[in-house]
């Protein structure tokens, strides 16, 4: 497989990441958010050299995945800690 350019690299892993956040019900703009953006921009830098693109590519081509992404995304615990807190917000979860 040929090596990607630096703006091609960007726009995979971009997608990629939306495709992730879209699987697991995490809201971009709460996302963005977290700790004043920066939380955000750690999880893009992530994503954006992370080595695991063909199982992240291969689990979200899954109807089913059979593991969790946390086997193998480094943001797995960030996007569950938003979409937990998101629906804490909206009343659906007890709160502590």
């Known amino acids: 497989m040929p090596e990607l350019s630096y703006s091609e690299q960007v726009r995979r892993q971009g997608d990629l990441m939306h495709k992730m956040m879209r699987r697991l019900n995490v809201d971009s703009a709460f996302a963005s958010s977290v700790d004043g953006g920066?939380?955000?921009y750690q999880a893009r830098t992530k994503c954006?050299?992370?080595?695991?693109?063909?199982?992240?590519?291969?689990?979200?081509?899954?109807?089913?995945?059979?593991?969790?992404?946390?086997?193998?995304?480094?943001?797995?615990?960030?996007?569950?800690?938003?979409?937990?807190?998101?629906l804490r917000i909206r009343g659906r979860v007890p709160t502590d």
């Open 48 to 86: 954006l050299f992370c080595s695991s693109v063909p199982q992240c590519s291969e689990w979200l081509a899954a109807s089913m995945p059979v593991e969790s992404s946390r086997r193998f995304c480094p943001n797995a615990e960030f996007f569950q800690d938003c979409h937990s807190e998101i």
């Open 38 to 40: 920066l939380a955000w």
